[in-house]
């Protein structure tokens, strides 16, 4: 008879369009600021992620929530 010993643990999932937002540490190191914008485009490890301002970011989707 087997038996669970460990659960896996629920993935996340984006979609293109998908609003998200991660954590830009400042110069300093102490204080981080959230950066919002829309997912572009959706690699196996990255999120490529537009900002407001038409920036585009690589984030790990990880970092991304």
């Given at each position: 008879?087997?038996?669970?010993?460990?659960?896996?643990?629920?993935?996340?999932?984006?979609?293109v369009?998908?609003?998200?937002?991660?954590?830009?540490?400042?110069?300093?190191?102490?204080?981080?600021?959230?950066?919002?914008?829309?997912?572009?485009?959706?690699?196996?490890?990255?999120?490529?992620?537009?900002?407001?301002?038409?920036?585009?970011w690589?984030?790990?989707?990880?970092?991304?929530?």
């Amino acid at each position: 008879m087997a038996k669970i010993i460990k659960q896996a643990k629920a993935k996340k999932t984006f979609k293109v369009d998908d609003v998200v937002y991660f954590l830009q540490p400042s110069w300093d190191g102490v204080n981080s600021s959230r950066v919002y914008g829309s997912v572009v485009k959706v690699c196996p490890v990255n999120l490529h992620v537009e900002d407001y301002d038409g920036n585009v970011w690589s984030v790990s989707k990880e970092e991304a929530m």
